[in-house]
């Protein structure tokens, strides 16, 4: 090849590399919310009831009796939304709910960051959770806890799987 078209294939390629590099500034596409975070999901998990043997988690501890849960799930947006649906969750002992109120808490880093609620929480173990969390920056290993009332030392419910 000739010296003068090896020039304009390397001058070719690196202009073809600095578009690349440059692109995704350019190919933004707007979907982005509170803090340049983009909207989309943080966490979408399904709840699951404490059990007296599970770990202390993030400081809080599971409750003093078994629950368990059915057709329950989280979903956390990186904007802080939050939306829990909590359908029968309920002790394991009696089949019945005895909390009137819960809330949830949202768990980065094994720390919990914040808590919204309390909402009611009917005798069949229903209950809705809608709000928004203040999410830091950096929000690893995300976790929400279900807590009774508003007793934040204790959850009856956590995402992840039985």
Do not use: E, Q
């Amino acid at each position: 090849m000739p010296t003068t078209h090896r020039r304009l294939a390397l001058g070719a390629a690196t202009a073809l590399l600095l578009a690349s590099a440059a692109a995704p500034a350019v190919a933004d596409d707007g979907r982005h919310h509170d803090r340049g975070r983009p909207a989309g999901p943080l966490l979408s998990a399904p709840l699951v009831g404490s059990l007296t043997t599970d770990p202390v988690l993030a400081g809080v501890s599971p409750g003093g009796a078994d629950w368990t849960v059915s057709r329950s799930t989280v979903k956390v947006w990186a904007d802080g939304r939050v939306d829990v649906k909590v359908r029968d969750l309920v002790l394991t002992s009696t089949g019945a709910n005895p909390v009137t109120t819960a809330s949830a808490s949202l768990v980065c880093g094994g720390v919990v960051v914040d808590t919204v609620g309390p909402v009611a929480y009917d005798a069949d173990g229903d209950a809705r959770v809608r709000g928004r969390f203040d999410v830091p920056d950096r929000c690893l290993a995300p976790a929400v806890l279900l807590n009774p009332a508003s007793r934040l030392t204790t959850y009856i419910g956590v995402t992840g799987r039985a």
